[in-house]
């Protein structure tokens, strides 16, 4: 058996000490296959930014291991290397360069890996292709809408044919349709170049595009499960969501849109959803 893109052992991180110490991660064990496509959901601060950020070798676990593509990351003798070679980022904003073209801002980080120009214009023009912008190569950032300077991110993000793409909130700052376009580019990505994706998201929406879905709470992982079809994944965001909650507490308020009989329907489904959440 082949070994696994991305392994976590004991992965902790503690941003300061004492009794303001605050635990981002707590022990995370974690392995992805190569070519999986994976979503890391949960609430604002329960850590899934910063195990990205972990994964793509940003910032450094307090204890604990990351390996990625065979390294340890603790171990790398060039951590830029690492990142330029192995780890293809795109984030909620954009960042491109605004003085620089789509095709320019797409051989950036060509720039010292690829030696021959022409090489790295015929990949940058590869890449715009690929993500259907190739009648764009000469625009400036300025000139291309939110959803196009998000396809140009995509592309750069590909320009060393990384073996994993992390992706931080990429459909945040988009309308839905374009966030419907970005989403359907990964998962080509994923299904036709054979990329390994790591998407962070609030969006039941993105996650339910994904083939695998972990949801994080205070630094942990608390489900682990592969995506079936978009109807299940609605029923699991309702047994984890704060209605879910509320059914499940025999003790709270009966609630006046649903008779006592089906509050206690729903809270055997939620039960059993809930029990069987870390499956794979």
Not at 215 to 221: A, E, Y
Request: charged letters at 25%.
């Amino acid at each position: 058996m082949s070994e696994p893109l991305i392994r976590t052992i004991g992965l902790t991180k503690i941003y300061g000490s004492g009794e303001t110490a605050i635990r981002a991660l707590d022990d995370v064990n974690l392995v992805v296959n190569d070519g999986e496509f994976i979503s890391i959901m949960g609430p604002s601060g329960c850590g899934k930014s910063t195990l990205l950020n972990m994964l793509g070798a940003l910032d450094q676990p307090t204890t604990g291991e990351v390996w990625v593509a065979g390294q340890s990351l603790a171990k790398l003798k060039n951590v830029d290397d690492f990142r330029a070679q192995t780890v293809g980022f795109v984030f909620q904003l954009h960042n491109l360069l605004p003085t620089l073209s789509a095709l320019e801002n797409i051989e950036v980080p060509m720039q010292g890996r690829v030696a021959n120009p022409r090489a790295r214009r015929e990949r940058a023009q590869h890449l715009l292709e690929l993500v259907g912008l190739q009648d764009r190569a000469g625009h400036l950032p300025n000139q291309l809408s939110g959803g196009q300077r998000q396809r140009v991110a995509v592309g750069r993000a590909l320009a060393n044919s990384p073996k994993l793409v992390l992706a931080d909130e990429p459909t945040g700052s988009l309308d839905s349709q374009s966030g419907d376009e970005i989403l359907q580019l990964l998962d080509k990505l994923n299904q036709v170049e054979g990329t390994t994706i790591a998407v962070v998201t609030h969006d039941p929406h993105v996650a339910q595009i994904t083939q695998r879905v972990l949801r994080m709470q205070d630094g942990r992982i608390v489900e682990d499960h592969r995506v079936n079809n978009p109807l299940e994944e609605d029923l699991r965001m309702l047994a984890f969501s704060k209605l879910g909650e509320v059914i499940l507490d025999p003790d709270d308020e009966p609630l006046a849109e649903i008779s006592p009989e089906e509050e206690v329907i729903l809270r055997k489904l939620i039960q059993r959803l809930r029990t069987n959440g870390t499956g794979n």
